[in-house]
């Protein structure tokens, strides 16, 4: 399957003219919204696995809710990996653009592989452990091209994207619930 056929989709605006000054306080700016962030990531997984094998439902809202969550955590992920330089807004696109769809939970969701994606997911988790220790070093190599050349590498950026994209893939399959489609092994859209 290409991974342009799993139904999530992730863009991240390219920055033409990175700012110097935040680039160089970015762990420290950064802290206030990670301090958000994890406050409101609380675990809302076992809900939802308990109502897609009892009710057979997925609440509206709750899709909404994990959508925005989701969204928002992305944007604070490329800010702190130097990818965006628009401090991340709670509500706002902004930058990233990330999208995955409402599942239809009678017809195109299996209603016991809730109880095992969380384990199918596991070779996805080693995967992304080996991508995040790749981009942290990286990172760093791009806080100082940032600083050095005012600009934003392409190559770092699509790597950092990519495994910001490989990363709501599998969280979406093995946490959100929202699709029975197996992510991808791919960094691509």
């Known amino acids: 399957m290409p991974a342009s056929d799993f139904p999530l989709t992730l863009t991240i605006d390219y920055p033409e003219e990175p700012n110097r000054l935040t680039t160089f306080f970015r762990m420290f700016v950064a802290i206030p919204i990670w301090i958000i962030a994890t406050q409101l ?28 969550l989701t969204r928002f955590s992305t944007r604070v992920g490329a800010y702190s990996l130097l990818i965006a330089h628009e401090y991340p807004s709670t509500d706002e696109e902004q930058y990233v653009h990330l999208d995955f769809e409402y599942p239809d939970v009678e017809n195109d969701l299996n209603r016991w592989l809730p109880l095992v994606k969380w384990f199918l997911v596991i070779p996805h988790i080693i995967v992304l452990i080996i991508l995040w220790i790749v981009a942290l070093p990286l990172a760093i190599a791009l806080w100082f091209a940032i600083l050095f050349t005012g600009q934003v590498p ?13 990363g709501n893939r599998m969280w979406v399959y093995g946490f959100l619930l929202t699709t029975d489609r197996y ?3 791919s960094l691509s859209e």
């Open 183 to 185: 992510p991808p092994f």
């Open 41 to 68: 990531g609380s675990l809302l997984w076992l809900p939802v696995v308990i109502m897609i094998v009892f009710r057979r439902k997925y609440p509206r809202w709750w899709f909404d809710w994990n959508l925005a």
């Open 154 to 166: 392409r190559g770092l950026f699509n790597y950092m994207v990519g495994v910001l994209r490989y």
